[in-house]
């Protein structure tokens, strides 16, 4: 931003009426900054280095349930200490110098996802923080409607049909973050046709959540959803439980004999879920059922006509494994017709404040406890890099709302978690920290630390870290970190 632009901001927040002069277009610049800024349905709040509010917009005053004179004008410590807010993530921004995102609930009532971005000038300082103020509020009634409706056995196919629920966390997934917005709208299209679909994502991305959404959405809703863990059945089993049997065709089967799960999902959807567990023999009775749409059992003598629609997931690089002969190239592009990458939790960290409030309303209703993050620990939840990615933060909220002690969820009751990347090291006595920045300091070190230990190479290191080799460099120097010899770029 230009010191000239700087400067109006500051002049406007100075000043009610601006007396830039008039354009050749004859719009006035400031007037029109202005009507941008009340266009918005967010709040819009703008600080200064110091602390001292710019300016507001007319969403954040609904929104907060403030007179601009309340804050206009005024410093944000000030504001804090007087109660009018309970928190500040402008004076989080100006002490790290760094986005941050925090929920923040008014005295209206009203829940907002609140986010802080500082700006620089060209010398580097930092000169103004813009908060944008998202009201969730009726996201959150909209959910739990949504969900009292599936509990009745309700339709919701409306949420499919209008862009205005892209936000809403639908089928226990939370779409907030514009790269899940994409897998979202590419699941919803790709479902009105019946060509095969490739899951590919990391383990814990909800990979199972989007098949399903996927046949929920499809004109196959109204037959089965079959789901078959391909790792999770012992090898010699696997081909029973795809084709079924006879009876009489190997020891111990049952006289009735068995339908598979391609016959069990006729008229729906089967999803194939670790893919890539398959054997090369399995593989090549599975293309040929693709390929002729039809299946056998094992010791029948008539083939059976499939009418399925094929979802597969995999976690592993299927690509490689094909280069290694490991899995078959023509199944591959079989399977492989409309991909849909889910991208890890450590990618899309603005998910992770909706992630923490859809969670938290789901566990009220499932233990029967309220719980609450306070904003330093939604920080440290948001900076977390999660290797278990969704499942993992899943489970870290719910043993913290079990075990804390209160409505809220404090930093002190982060030592009762577990975090995988700092099991061995994260303090029990969390006192002896001075605030919030000494925490995450803390704990972005010591999964530096973790890391290095488990990474023989700096890119590697990084490729874990999800950040690129100058951004890691610049953390271990921030650290005071030494990089051991065995670990090189």
């Not at 299209?189 to 990979?207: C, F, Q």
């Not at 399995?282 to 979802?311: C, F, M, P, T, Y």
């Not at 290095?452 to 999800?466: E, P, S, V």
Request: proline residues 4%.
């Amino acid at each position: 931003m230009t010191r000239e632009a700087i400067r109006e901001i500051r002049h406007q927040g100075a000043e009610q009426s601006p007396r830039l002069p008039v354009t050749s277009t004859g719009i006035n610049p400031c007037e029109h900054f202005d009507a941008l800024l009340n266009a918005s349905f967010d709040g819009f709040v703008v600080v200064d280095a110091h602390g001292t509010v710019l300016k507001v917009n007319k969403a954040y005053v609904r929104i907060a349930g403030l007179r601009e004179e309340d804050i206009v004008n005024q410093n944000m410590v000030d504001v804090v200490k007087k109660g009018v807010l309970k928190h500040s993530v402008s004076l989080e921004v100006i002490k790290r110098r760094i986005p941050i995102t925090m929920m923040h609930t008014y005295p209206t009532g009203s829940t907002a996802l609140v986010t802080g971005t500082p700006v620089f000038d060209e010398d580097g300082q930092l000169v103004l923080v813009i908060v944008n103020v998202r009201d969730i509020t009726q996201l959150n009634k909209l959910r739990e409607r949504l969900g009292q409706q599936a509990v009745a056995g309700e339709p919701n196919e409306s949420i499919f049909l209008s862009p205005e629920y892209a936000d809403l966390p639908t089928f226990n997934l939370v779409i907030h973050s514009d790269r899940m917005k994409r897998c979202l709208w590419a699941a919803l299209k790709v479902a009105k046709y019946d060509s095969p679909v490739l899951i590919l994502g990391e383990s814990g991305v909800g990979k199972g959540r989007f098949a399903r959404l996927i046949h929920d959405a499809s004109p196959q809703r109204g037959g089965p959803f079959v789901h078959l863990n391909c790792g999770a059945i012992p090898e010699p089993l696997v081909e029973s439980e795809l084709f079924g049997y006879e009876r009489g065709a190997f020891t111990g089967a049952l006289t009735s004999g068995k339908a598979g799960q391609f016959e069990l999902a006729q008229n729906g959807t089967i999803f194939l879920d670790e893919i890539g567990e398959l054997s090369l023999n399995l593989q090549v009775k599975l293309l040929n059922v693709i390929d002729e749409k039809r299946v056998q059992r094992l010791g029948g003598r008539h083939s059976i006509a499939i009418n399925a629609r094929l979802i597969a997931a995999t976690n592993r690089d299927l690509k490689a494994m094909v280069a290694e002969g490991r899995f078959r190239e023509d199944l591959y592009f079989r399977l492989n017709v409309v991909p849909l990458r889910i991208p890890a939790l450590r990618e899309r960290p603005e998910d992770i404040p909706v992630m923490v409030t859809t969670f938290l309303e789901s566990l009220s209703r499932k233990h029967g406890v309220r719980k609450r993050v306070v904003p330093e620990v939604l920080q440290v939840l948001r900076d977390y890099h999660y290797p278990g990615n969704v499942r993992e933060l899943e489970n870290i909220l719910e043993r913290l709302a079990i075990l804390s002690d209160g409505e809220e969820i404090q930093v002190a009751h982060l030592s009762l978690c577990a975090f995988e990347a700092a099991r061995r090291e994260l303090p029990v006595d969390t006192s002896l920290l001075s605030g919030l920045s000494d925490m995450t300091d803390l704990f972005e070190a010591r999964v530096l630390r973790q890391a290095l230990d488990q990474c023989r190479t700096m890119r590697a290191a990084a490729a874990k870290l999800g950040i690129s080799i100058p951004t890691l460099w610049r953390k271990l120097r921030k650290h005071h970190l030494q990089v051991a010899r065995a670990v090189k770029n």
